[in-house]
């Protein structure tokens, strides 16, 4: 599906994330669209590489003050499903 495929669905059907799972420093929300179910990861660490070249794992800036519950508007999230379309994380899982 295309972003703006997407964007219309969500505010066309008013749908409902739903958190999944937290894996790798993501956590997973799924949302049911016509066509079937979609899985999107949404990064709440970054790693930084710092001068002495050690890895260094932070917050993302990108999370800002959103509250993620266990079910929130889909809508809401237009921001981080945008980027997993971009990226092809904006996953099918079933029908």
């Known amino acids: 599906m295309d972003k703006n495929s997407v964007y219309k669905e969500l505010l066309k059907t008013k749908a409902?994330?739903?958190?999944?799972?937290?894996?790798?420093?993501?956590?997973y929300y799924t949302v049911q669209f016509a066509d079937g179910?979609?899985?999107?990861?949404?990064?709440?660490?970054?790693n930084?590489?710092?001068?002495?070249?050690?890895?260094?794992?932070?917050?993302?800036?990108?999370?800002?003050?959103?509250?993620f519950s266990?079910?929130?508007?889909?809508?809401?999230l237009n921001r981080w499903i945008a980027k997993a379309i971009d990226k092809n994380d904006f996953i099918k899982i079933s029908l």
């Open 16 to 27: 409902i994330a739903k958190f999944s799972h937290y894996c790798a420093g993501s956590l």
């Open 37 to 46: 179910l979609y899985q999107f990861p949404i990064k709440t660490v970054e």
């Open 48 to 67: 930084l590489i710092t001068d002495n070249s050690l890895p260094v794992t932070i917050l993302s800036e990108d999370l800002g003050l959103t509250p």
């Open 70 to 76: 266990n079910e929130i508007k889909a809508s809401e």
